[in-house]
């Protein structure tokens, strides 16, 4: 499987952006997705998490702006940010965790610059 992350840029602080996550196969049997990012410096961060029945997981910076969603049909997760932060910025990685695919393989993103300008 490879993921295809789309949709960064850069945007005024109290904008939106929306990422997608395009992956090369199905990803309907996939038990769990999630959104990555590491701003310069520091070490990479979950962001949020989509379970296969649509259960969710969100660090704490980002809830309540941040929503994550997948469509299994067109093999897509989504992460729509609002009211961006200059600490948003960083590159905005998609994931497959090793245990949450047959195979047992961790499947990255290319990522996707997202900067948020005050």
């Known amino acids: 499987v490879q993921l295809q992350a789309y949709g960064g840029g850069l945007v005024q602080a109290g904008g939106s952006l929306r990422l997608s996550c395009v992956a090369s196969g199905s990803i309907r049997s996939v038990a769990a997705m999630g959104w990555y990012r590491q701003a310069p410096g520091k070490q990479r961060e979950m962001v949020a998490i989509i379970s296969n029945l649509g259960s969710t997981n969100y660090a704490d910076s980002v809830k309540g702006r941040f929503t994550i969603s997948r469509d299994n049909a067109k093999n897509t997760m989504f992460l729509q940010m609002n009211s961006l932060k200059p600490d948003d910025t960083a590159v905005y990685y998609c994931?497959?965790?090793?245990?949450?695919?047959?195979?047992?393989?961790?499947?990255w993103g290319q990522g996707t610059q997202v900067t948020v300008s005050s």
């Open positions: 994931n497959i965790p090793a245990w949450a695919i047959r195979g047992g393989t961790d499947y």
